[in-house]
C-alpha cells in the first residue's frame, strides 16, 4: 500500500490571491476518495499541484514521505474534457502507447474496441475518449488517480460503465482514486470518504 500526501501546500495563480493556502491531505492507494466543494474553491488547481502539471507551488507532495522523482509520475490526473490534452493529429494507439500499451483483456475491461484504435481523437465520441484517456493514465506505474470532473458530460449509463471499470481496475491493482465531482450521488456510490473543500480550501 502507497501514501499520497501533501504538506503545506499554499499557491496562487497570481501574487495577490491565493487559492490555495496550507493544505495537508493524506490518503492509501487502498482509498476512494470524494473531492466536493463551491466552484472556484481551488479543487482543480489542487489536482493540478498533486499531479504536477502546476510545478510553482510551496509545500510538498510526497509519495510514501518521498518526492517524486520519477520520469513516469505516479500520481495520474484525468481531465474533464479529454479533447484538451490528446494531440488531434495522432492516432488512438499513438497517444495510447506514449504511456504503455495494454493487452486485449484491459481494452476489453474499459469497453473499447479495438477498430478505435486507428481513428483520432475527433472520430470518437467523448464517452469514448474518456475511456482512452482513463487507460492512458492507468499505466502499471501509476499509484494514484486524480479524477477531475471525468464523467461530468457523460450520460447516466456511460457514467456507471465507466466508474465500475474504472474502479474494478484500481482495487485490482491497489491504486488510490481522488474523485473531484459537484455530483454527491455519485460521491456518495463510490467514496470511502468525502472531503468538503471550501473557499479558503481547507479540507
Ligand atoms: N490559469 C489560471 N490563471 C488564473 N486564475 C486561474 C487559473 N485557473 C484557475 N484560476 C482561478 O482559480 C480559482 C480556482 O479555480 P479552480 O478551477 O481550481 O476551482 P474549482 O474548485 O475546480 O472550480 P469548479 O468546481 O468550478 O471546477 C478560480 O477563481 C479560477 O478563476
Not at 489536482?47 to 520519477?70: A, E, Q
Not at 474499459?110 to 482513463?134: A, D, M
Request: net charge negative; with cysteine.
Amino acid at each position: 500500500m502507497d501514501i499520497l500526501k501533501t504538506e503545506n501546500i499554499s499557491y496562487g495563480y497570481n501574487k495577490n490571491s491565493k487559492i490555495i493556502s496550507n493544505i495537508n491531505f493524506s490518503m492509501d492507494s487502498s482509498q476512494v476518495i470524494g473531492l466536493f466543494g463551491d466552484s472556484g474553491a481551488g479543487k482543480s488547481t489542487f489536482c493540478k499541484i498533486l499531479s504536477n502539471f502546476i510545478t510553482d507551488y510551496s509545500g510538498s507532495v510526497l509519495i510514501n514521505d518521498s518526492i517524486i522523482d520519477s520520469k513516469f509520475n505516479p500520481v495520474q490526473l484525468i481531465f474533464q474534457h479529454p479533447e484538451k490534452v490528446m494531440n488531434p493529429h495522432w492516432s488512438m494507439d499513438k497517444i495510447l502507447s506514449e504511456s504503455w500499451n495494454p493487452d486485449d483483456d484491459i481494452l476489453d475491461e474499459f469497453g473499447i474496441k479495438k477498430e478505435w484504435l486507428k481513428r483520432y481523437p475527433s472520430e470518437l465520441s467523448g464517452g469514448e475518449l474518456q475511456r482512452f484517456s482513463i487507460l492512458r493514465a492507468i499505466n502499471p506505474k501509476t499509484r494514484f488517480i486524480i479524477a477531475d470532473e471525468i464523467t461530468t458530460m457523460l450520460d447516466a449509463v456511460t457514467q456507471v460503465q465507466i466508474w465500475s471499470s474504472l474502479l474494478n481496475y484500481t482495487k485490482k491493482n491497489d491504486i488510490g482514486v481522488l474523485c473531484v465531482s459537484h455530483d454527491m450521488a455519485l460521491l456518495e456510490r463510490i467514496c470511502d470518504d468525502i472531503l468538503y473543500f471550501d473557499k479558503l480550501n481547507q479540507i
